[in-house]
Structures are given as C-alpha cells and as structure tokens.
Nanobody, 126 residues
C-alpha cells in the first residue's frame, strides 16, 4: 500500500494562490493514478482533479477548470495541486487519493480510490 501526506494548505484572500503537495511513501508512486478531492463543512467529499500514472493525462471538475492544475513528479513521489484565482467557495479540506486500478479512463468517484491522506485545510477569505 501507499501512505499519503498532504501539505500546503492555509488561509488566503480571494484571488490568491496556493500550491498543495501530497508526499507518497510505501509502494512505487508511479503505480497509482492520483486524485484530489475536497470536502466543505456539511457537504459530501467531491472530486476536484485526477492525473494518470505517467502524468500525461488529466481531468478536472468543471468548477476548477482554468484555475487549478494537477501535476506529479514521480521521481520525488509527490503530487501537486496548483490553485489560482481562489474563491471563498473553494474553502474545504483537500485530500489526495491513490487509485491502484488500471482503468481505461481517469476516475472521479471517491469510492474507487484505495488510499487517502489525512487532508489539509484551505480557507479562502472574501
């Protein structure tokens, strides 16, 4: 299995930027497709973005397209989420997750991811 630890969250003003990191340890990081999810208070955990094992394919939920960028560095065993033009509605706990299944397409359902980090809080003030 793989262990995941997120970092980089914090408090930022609307319009600002943050870069989240997810450090992986354990099994070979490149064996996993990776995703970012978020959960706001009182809401379900929702998909944000996913990236393929080699980093050549990505998918985003509509409300972050053009603002967020997912990337990975397999040599450093690290996943990233660059978040620009942040809005107050982006406030949530952000989680990274690993998908061990070799699927035809990147997956957005949280139920299909096998390993999760503990989350990092992102707060965007207006």
């Amino acid at each position: 299995q793989v262990q995941l630890v997120e970092s980089g969250g914090g408090l930022v003003q609307a319009g600002g930027s943050l870069r989240l990191s997810c450090a992986a340890s354990g099994q070979t990081f490149s064996r996993y497709a990776m995703g970012w999810f978020r959960q706001a208070p009182g809401k379900e955990r929702e998909f944000v973005a996913a990236i393929s094992r080699g980093g050549d394919s990505t998918v985003y939920v509509d409300f972050v397209k053009g603002r967020f960028t997912i990337s990975r560095d397999n040599a450093k065993n690290t996943l990233y989420l660059q978040m620009d033009s942040l809005k107050p509605e982006d406030t949530a706990i952000y989680y990274c997750a690993a998908d061990r299944t070799y699927a035809a397409t990147l997956r957005s359902s949280r139920w299909l991811y096998d390993y999760w980090g503990q989350g990092t809080q992102v707060t965007v003030s207006s």
